[in-house]
Structure formats: structure tokens, C-alpha cells
């Protein structure tokens, strides 16, 4: 039988789990073990209680009501904005733009930013580990402006080679965007080395924070980073709500990117003029209950404590890597000395679906595919991976479970 785990480095995980209802459901008879918080992290009972309070007791729409109920949920919205500046280390509320994900994020940035500054022969910095999401919106608008895609690419151990990085930096570089931390294989990127380099060579930067967000102090001011994005699903949030920062001037010279309510100040049908920020970059109804539900799940984090979190989930990192290992069919991608809190790994004789679908019928989610980054995958030669990936939530019993599933997995492939 397998015991509870211990508290790890002051994170007390028993009463962390009591904090999320889903956590208690059983699949197939037996109990969740959930191991794929860095495609969606399950929400805490203060996030869903304050989505359910917003529309039980004061909903209304938000920025354009006298009534009370509208201001009511005004205030709760905006103060979400204050928490974001905090929570990411920005200099200004109004630097915090509220996007319906990263991926909404990033395309305003592409479009809004690349049709103001990008010209023919402009070229664009990637790495070889993006998520699709910082990929294709760049190639959209490298296609439109004429504009050239340039890679770096990893070492065998996943990390950025930073020496291919230096040379690719040139006086066309304007944009340089990579991920904070890969989704795929858990890399942790040198991000304040890699944003130096690049302002040096006269290039803006965005870093996609989806996977460092919720286990990592992010201070935007610190890395000296122009653009930042992160979703609230993957930080114990709500989905449909997420950030973009963006350093002021930045901003100021960027048109909008959606048209309508909200971004505006006045119209007429000679001529509108915009909203100032954050708002001109807001059209719309907003996910307001999101929004509001953002403030929690952040609080929620900072509550726990970043130091608590960080060596929470490295020491059930290195548990699971060592228990992984002794696996003689079993091969971890991504195995660089800076990692986050997830396993990327294939096994031999069994394709990543099959091992998910039998880890299922144990109760074990998992992520199996290319986890929308197939260029990674191509560049290890794999057609995909098992990605077991870990929270607050998760302690050792937790992966004592994934390596009996696994056990299963050889007991069937060989």
C-alpha cells in the first residue's frame, strides 16, 4: 500500500489539497492523481467561490454603470490589475493588459507591435522550443511584413545554445521572443541573459511565462523585459483570462488591435480616437468574473509563498527524475540542470497515447502528444512525449503512483 507522503520544504500538500474539491473525485474507481497542471492547473474552492459570488450577489457589467452593482464589480476587476503589478513585478497597473490567455497575448503584441515597427528583411528570434502560440503569430506577421523567422537551437540536454544565439543577433534583429520556461520539456531559460543580449543588439523581447507564472517570482522590471505573458488557467485561475505587460512606451506607439467598446474615446464616423491604457487594448466585454477570480488565485500563490513552492516542487522533481530513471525502457527529453516542475519522457515499444490511455484506466492524468510544439519533438526525433507535470498539490505518493502505472506500461509493451 502506498503511504502519504511526507510535507515537503514547508509546503504543507495535505492541506493544500483540501483547498481544491476536485482533488477528492475518483476516475475508474480509483483516486486522481493529477499530473498535468502545465497544460491547466485544477482551481483552489476561493477561485470558483469568487466566480459564484460575483453571480449570485453583485454582477453587472463593468466600466460603464453609475448603479451599485456596476461599480461594485468594477472595483473587484481593477483590483485584480493592482494584484498582476505586483505579482509580476511591474512598475505601472496600467502596464497590465488583460487578454483572454497568452495566446491572445502574443498576438496582440504580433499585430499590434509587428505591423507598427516590422519592415522587409526584419528578422524575428525564436527558439527551437517554442509552444506553437509563440510561433505561428510571428509567422503570420513575418509573412505579412516580410519579415524573416531566425531559430536557436537546443543541445542535446534541452537548454538554449546560447553561443548560436550571440550570432544570430544582428542589426535586423527586432524581436527576440522565447519562453520563460519550455512546456514541453521543462527547460528553464536563461530569460535575463537572452533579453540583455538582445536590447544590446538594438531588439525588443517578449517572454512567454505561461510555465513560470505560477513556481517562479517573476519581476518584469528585474529581467528589463518589454513584453510578458501569462494565463490564469495555468496559475490555479480561471480560464479566458490572462496578461499581457508591456512597458509603457511600448504601448503608447502600438495601435489597437480590436475594435469596439471600452478602447475607445470618442467616436464619430469621421473619426474615433482611443482610450488610454490599459483600456485601449480592452475592447469588449471582458471575462469579468475571470478577471475578478485572477485576483484570488494570485493571492492564493503569494499566500503559499514562492520560496515554499520553488523547493516544494524541486525536490519532488528530483524524486521523480531518480524513480523515472531506474526505468531501463524509459528516456527523459530535456535533462538540463535548470528544469521546471515537469518529466518529458518516451518509452520504448509504447507510443506516449498508449501509455496515457493505460495510465488513465489508473486513475493518472497525464499529457501525452507533441504538447503543441511539434518542432521539439521533430528535433529529438519523437513524434511526441509523456509529460507528467507538477503542483502545489502534488507530493511523492503522487509519483509512486505514475511508476506503478508505468510498471504496468512494461508489464504489456515489453
Not at 199 to 205: E, I, S
Request: aromatic fraction near 8%.
Amino acid at each position: 500500500m502506498i503511504e502519504a507522503a511526507p510535507i515537503i520544504q514547508g509546503l504543507d500538500v495535505a492541506k493544500v489539497r483540501k483547498d481544491f474539491p476536485i482533488l477528492s473525485e475518483t476516475v475508474y474507481g480509483k483516486p486522481l492523481t493529477f499530473l498535468d497542471t502545465a497544460a491547466s492547473a485544477q482551481k483552489p474552492r476561493v477561485v470558483i467561490e469568487a466566480e459564484k459570488e460575483l453571480y449570485e450577489h453583485y454582477y453587472a457589467n463593468i466600466h460603464r454603470g453609475v448603479y451599485k452593482f456596476s461599480q461594485d464589480a468594477t472595483e473587484a476587476y481593477e483590483a485584480t490589475r493592482e494584484t498582476v503589478k505586483d505579482f509580476i513585478g511591474a512598475a505601472k497597473s496600467k502596464e497590465c493588459i488583460f487578454v483572454r490567455g497568452a495566446t491572445e497575448g502574443i498576438n496582440l503584441v504580433a499585430q499590434a507591435w509587428g505591423r507598427t515597427f516590422l519592415s522587409e528583411g526584419d528578422e524575428i528570434i525564436l527558439s527551437e522550443m517554442e509552444h506553437h502560440s509563440n510561433i505561428v503569430p510571428w509567422q503570420m506577421i513575418a509573412e505579412e511584413r516580410g519579415a524573416k523567422i531566425r531559430v536557436i537551437p537546443v543541445h542535446d540536454d534541452g537548454s538554449l545554445d546560447m553561443d548560436a544565439y550571440k550570432g544570430l543577433l544582428s542589426g535586423r534583429t527586432k524581436m527576440v521572443a522565447v519562453a520563460h520556461i519550455s512546456n514541453s520539456i521543462g527547460v528553464v531559460n536563461p530569460v535575463k541573459d537572452i533579453i540583455r543580449m538582445a536590447h544590446d543588439a538594438g531588439a525588443v523581447t517578449l517572454i512567454d511565462g505561461c510555465q513560470a507564472a505560477p513556481h517562479l517570482k517573476i519581476d518584469v522590471q528585474d529581467l528589463d523585459a518589454d513584453f510578458y505573458a501569462f494565463s490564469a488557467h495555468k496559475a490555479y485561475g480561471p480560464t479566458g483570462i490572462g496578461v499581457i505587460y508591456g512597458k509603457e512606451d511600448l504601448l503608447d506607439k502600438m495601435p489597437p488591435w480590436q475594435g469596439g467598446g471600452d478602447m475607445i474615446s470618442t467616436v464619430t464616423f469621421e473619426k474615433t480616437t482611443f482610450n488610454d491604457l490599459p483600456h485601449k487594448f480592452e475592447a469588449g466585454t471582458p471575462n469579468i468574473a475571470g478577471g475578478i477570480a485572477m485576483k484570488h488565485a494570485l493571492d492564493y500563490i503569494t499566500a503559499l509563498g514562492y520560496e515554499n513552492i520553488h523547493a516544494h516542487e524541486q525536490a519532488l522533481l528530483e524524486y521523480a527524475t531518480r524513480e523515472l530513471g531506474a526505468f531501463n525502457s524509459l528516456r527523459i527529453i530535456g535533462t538540463a540542470a535548470e528544469k521546471g516542475a515537469l518529466i518529458s519522457f518516451t518509452m520504448e515499444h509504447a507510443h506516449p497515447h498508449d501509455i496515457g490511455t493505460i495510465l488513465d484506466r489508473q486513475g493518472i492524468a497525464v499529457r501525452a502528444g507533441h504538447h503543441c510544439a511539434q518542432p521539439i519533438m521533430d528535433r529529438f526525433g519523437v513524434p511526441g512525449t509523456v509529460r507528467a507535470s507538477f503542483g502545489i498539490y502534488n507530493d511523492t505518493s503522487d509519483v509512486d503512483r505514475l511508476v506503478a502505472g508505468l510498471k504496468k506500461v512494461t508489464d504489456i509493451f515489453g
